[in-house]
């Protein structure tokens, strides 16, 4: 018989827990940039309310 060596629970349960953190980030980072950024980011004036424009209107988002 073998012993196989399984991670505890802990373990897994953390690593869930910062995969789903990093995620969260992300996704709210990108929501700002597409949703509500005018340029405060970008420093070059309304490059990335342009770039980001038909996102704005795929999403509903107000930009006009």
């Known amino acids: 018989m073998a012993i196989a060596y ?5 373990t897994e349960s ?3 827990a910062v995969t789903t953190v990093a995620v969260l980030l992300l996704a ?3 929501l ?3 949703g509500f950024d005018q340029g405060a980011i ?3 004036g309304m490059y990335m309310h342009e ?3 038909d996102g704005r209107h795929l999403l509903g ?3 006009h």
């Open 6 to 10: 399984s991670p505890g629970k802990s």
């Open 14 to 16: 953390a690593a869930v």
């Open 28 to 30: 709210m980072l990108a």
């Open 32 to 34: 700002y940039l597409v």
């Open 42 to 44: 970008s420093r070059s």
């Open 51 to 53: 770039l980001m424009h």
């Open 61 to 63: 988002l107000p930009c």
